[in-house]
């Protein structure tokens, strides 16, 4: 199976960053994992709250393949236990899917044409987090999913 994490704008934080270096390197033990990370808009200030998630919105759906069944982390979405969460995503394995992208978007949420190419929406929490933190607790999380699947020692329950 492969797992894409789109992400709009780029993380800057440098502790952020060798987070996401680590998780991103211990999942490639279990799947194939890809980020992709969207460029943030340039000259946003004369532009409306609607009109900066539409344009990335546009950006996102480039990213988004054919096959992909795609996943927002959406406030609005569904609220997992991590090991709800990794029978999801061996559920997504049985179910013959090939290929999930998992998508963060930015500062003003998604677009309606995003929502529209959605299948699914994941809550991380009911709190709100920076966009580049989400990303780390996604993956970390991903991880965990992973170590649950394989019975492996690193989730206690």
Do not use: C, W
């Not at 989400?134 to 699947?149: C, D, G, H, S």
Request: proline share 3%; net charge positive.
């Amino acid at each position: 199976m492969k797992i894409t994490l789109i992400t709009a704008g780029k993380t800057d934080v440098k502790y952020l960053k060798e987070g996401l270096e680590y998780y991103i390197k211990k999942l490639k033990f279990y799947t194939q994992f890809v980020m992709r990370e969207i460029p943030g808009l340039k000259n946003t200030k004369n532009l409306s709250p609607g009109e900066v998630s539409e344009k990335e919105g546009q950006k996102i759906l480039k990213e988004i393949e054919k096959h992909d069944y795609v996943v927002l982390l959406d406030e609005k979405g569904h609220s997992f236990r991590s090991v709800d969460f990794a029978k999801f995503i061996e559920e997504k394995a049985f179910q013959n899917k090939r290929s999930i992208a998992f998508v963060v978007g930015g500062a003003y949420g998604f677009s309606p044409e995003v929502y529209k190419k959605s299948d699914y929406k994941i809550s991380l929490s009911n709190m709100t987090f920076s966009h580049q933190m989400v990303r780390l607790f996604f993956l970390e999380q991903l991880y965990r999913a992973f170590t649950i699947i394989r019975n492996e020692p690193y989730h206690n329950e």
